[in-house]
């Protein structure tokens, strides 16, 4: 494939491993996921799926293989991959000791933004009444929905989400498929680590299947949740 | 990153063993020309000689720290492994001839000086350079993940190997503003001589330790990759 | 315009850091009650002869904030480390030098406000006297904690994402410290007796140099360390 054509492609993983320590999480996985499409990363625990989350987050080197998000390599280009990129992880990432608002007053002077509409993402996300109470505080739900909330700011092509429901209400459930769908009608696309396939049902175009760090399954076609979570269990 | 046919190219004896073989005979060589020709030393009698191997030995010690600045260099430019390794090679063998100096300078001082340690200057500095060294090897211990070790180690290689002439100079300062330091001149021509003759013995095991340590962790590193080889099926 | 941005994040880490520092005063409460203990302890060593007490007063100092600013190094990691911060602020594209500078501003003023604390308490516990040239004592101060903190920044980078963080980092610290300690003891100590042999200038320039290569080189080096 030319490499003009692995421009177009919003992520493009060859052959990607890695290990840690002598225990090898992830032996060679090829993942392709074009614009406008959601794909849902299944597996067991363990099986290296939130590996393979971070290898494109470059926020983990390969030990093997290459992987390009819009066609600017992780390894050799990160920081081109990190403007592209919106990337969920399983803990929050927030300061407990600041407010809801100075959390995101903070997350955008990161990302450079001039004049960033906090209000408007906090009011996004429903936290505006708790604005300026301190994450401590906060329930698990709430800070997912804060963290939610820096990733409409930073408002980015490719997101990256490993289990995004985890901890969420229906509302909030709601609200992450909103903003998934938002991204991937613009010409994004999505990345997404599921446990069940209930909440995001209708909205996923492809799953992968990943067992002992190897692909196990490519389905185009959408299945039934009941055969892919069997699947993820197997 | 590490590609797996690393494991064909595996560093061979070559002419190695005979290098080491020489470098052993040089260092016999140098001892016993060192024991034979010098006279006793007007004031400190056959206690001088101790300086054949002391001052080599400090020498030596500086070099590889100059070799580890070099390799932890290369290895953040180019990103290659095996720099990573040679540095902890050098390193190790470092503080080895480190402690050396450092032994060999207390030995001298308990008759010299009437004390098995004295704040003078260089020994000061000596031991300051070997705690760098053992700071070091203890990062390189405790931390697992290789690229993170060879990241990590080599920025502190390169901070250590910069601090070296600064931790010098202040202890130097440190000590002259308060005492003059005395540095008896000796004038013997056998007495440079069989310094020069142990330095390059020093220099020769030196280089060969450093190659055989470097060779060992290759070899190390080698299994860890043949592991990986049959993981990822591709053997 | 990039210097722009660079400039924002770095106050940006600065606000952050001390907003969650000083929001649990905790944290620099018992940093610097530790710091005044170890004073006391250093007292107890040295004993009750007021003259012994002068004499060792600016070693005494330095290796107390030495002590207790060690453990604030590591603090200033483990904000990050707690819920997971660490990598959404790896994650926000742009230079990471920016992220050093901003927790080498943020340290300093740190270890700068228990360095107040410590000496005020050590002027009176070993009875100093305060010369007549204090404004020098003042910039051997600040110059001596900021290659203190700047190494120590820098160190507590990987010291507290590794296993044994608490030995580690002054392992791998206090040696590389030794010149900026020597030079900051010795210039104190110099300027509290009258400075008669005009040598704390010299150790004020040794001083300088030292946290300009210190604080370069880190700041050069911090994007490798932080990465991995």
């Known amino acids: ?234 | 990153m590490t590609a797996p046919s690393a494991t064909t190219d595996l560093p061979r004896p070559g002419y190695w063993p005979w290098f080491g073989a020489f470098a052993y005979l040089f260092l016999i060589g140098a001892q016993v020309m060192g024991l034979v020709t010098s006279v006793p030393d007007r004031d400190m009698g056959h206690l001088q000689k101790i300086m054949y191997v002391h001052v080599p030995a400090a020498w030596i010690m500086s070099l590889t720290f100059a070799v580890v600045l070099w390799y932890s260099f290369l290895y953040l430019w180019k990103q290659r492994e095996n720099d990573d390794l040679k540095a902890a090679a050098a390193a190790e063998v470092g503080s080895a001839f480190c402690g050396l100096t450092l032994v060999l300078g207390m030995i001298w001082g308990r008759p010299a000086w009437g004390v098995w340690w004295t704040w003078d200057a260089r020994l000061t500095s000596t031991l300051v350079l070997f705690l760098i060294f053992v700071g070091y090897l203890a990062l390189r211990a405790f931390v697992e993940d290789p690229h993170r070790r060879a990241q990590w180690s080599a920025a502190v290689g390169i901070m250590g190997a910069i601090n070296v002439p600064i931790v010098y100079m202040s202890v130097r300062w440190w000590r002259t503003l308060h005492q003059v330091q005395s540095s008896p001149a000796t004038v013997d021509p056998w007495y440079v001589i069989n310094l020069r003759a142990n330095a390059f013995a020093f220099l020769f095991v030196m280089i060969y330790f450093i190659r055989q340590r470097y060779v060992a962790s290759r070899f190390e590193r080698a299994a860890e990759l043949a592991a990986q080889a049959v993981a990822l099926g591709r053997n | ?228």
Request: hydrophobic fraction near 55%; charge should be neutral; glycine fraction near 10%.
């Open chain 1, 1 to 234: 494939m030319s490499s003009e054509a692995r421009v177009n492609i919003a992520i493009d993983a060859r052959g990607v491993a890695r290990r840690f320590g002598a225990r090898w999480v992830l032996r060679g996985v090829d993942v392709q996921v074009h614009p406008g499409e959601m794909v849902g990363l299944l597996g067991a625990n363990g099986s290296g799926k939130s590996t393979l989350l971070r290898i494109l987050a470059t926020l983990l080197k390969p030990s093997a293989g290459s992987a390009l998000v819009y066609g600017h390599d992780v390894v050799k280009v990160p920081d081109d991959v990190r403007r592209h990129i919106g990337f969920l992880a399983h803990s929050p990432g927030l300061y407990d000791d600041l407010t809801a608002r100075e959390n995101l007053q903070f997350a955008a002077s990161m990302l450079g933004l001039e004049a960033p509409n906090l209000d408007a993402a906090l009011e996004r996300v429903g936290l505006s009444h708790v604005r300026n109470e301190r994450v401590r505080g906060f329930s698990a739900g709430m800070q997912r929905r804060l963290s939610l909330a820096r990733l409409v700011l930073a408002n980015a092509r490719v997101l990256l989400l490993d289990e995004p429901y985890s901890n969420l209400d229906v509302a909030g459930i709601a609200l992450m498929n909103e903003l998934i769908g938002e991204s991937v009608a613009g010409g994004g696309a999505a990345l997404v680590v599921l446990h069940e396939l209930a909440p995001s049902a209708g909205l996923l175009d492809r799953t992968i299947t990943i067992r002992d760090g190897r692909i196990v399954g490519d389905d185009d076609a959408f299945l039934e949740p009941d055969a892919l979570a069997a699947a993820g269990e197997r």
């Open chain 3, 1 to 228: 315009m990039a210097w722009k941005d660079d400039w924002r994040r770095v106050r940006a880490i600065v606000w952050k850091d001390l907003t969650t520092e000083g929001r649990s005063k905790a944290g620099f409460n018992s940093v610097a009650a530790l710091g005044v203990t170890i004073l006391v302890l250093f007292g107890f060593a040295l004993g009750p002869d007021t003259q012994a007490l002068r004499d060792a007063a600016s070693g005494a100092l330095w290796l107390a904030v030495l002590f207790a600013g060690v453990l604030a190094f590591n603090r200033s990691y483990q904000v990050e480390l707690e819920s997971g911060a660490l990598e959404p602020l790896l994650l926000y594209p742009g230079a990471r030098w920016t992220i050093f500078a901003g927790k080498l501003l943020a340290n300093t003023i740190f270890v700068g406000l228990m360095l107040v604390i410590v000496v005020l308490v050590g002027i009176v516990l070993f009875q100093v006297n305060i010369p007549d040239a204090w404004p020098k004592l003042v910039a051997v101060l600040a110059l001596g904690s900021i290659g203190l903190v700047s190494l120590g920044t820098f160190y507590a980078a990987m010291a507290s994402r590794s296993r044994a963080r608490e030995v580690l980092l002054p392992l791998l610290l206090f040696p590389m410290l030794v010149p900026v300690l020597l030079a900051a003891m010795s210039a104190s100590k110099a300027l509290l007796s009258g400075d008669m042999m005009h040598e704390a200038g010299a150790w004020m320039n040794m001083l300088v140099a030292y946290d300009v290569i210190f604080v370069v080189a880190p700041l050069l080096a911090f994007e490798h360390v932080i990465e991995v």
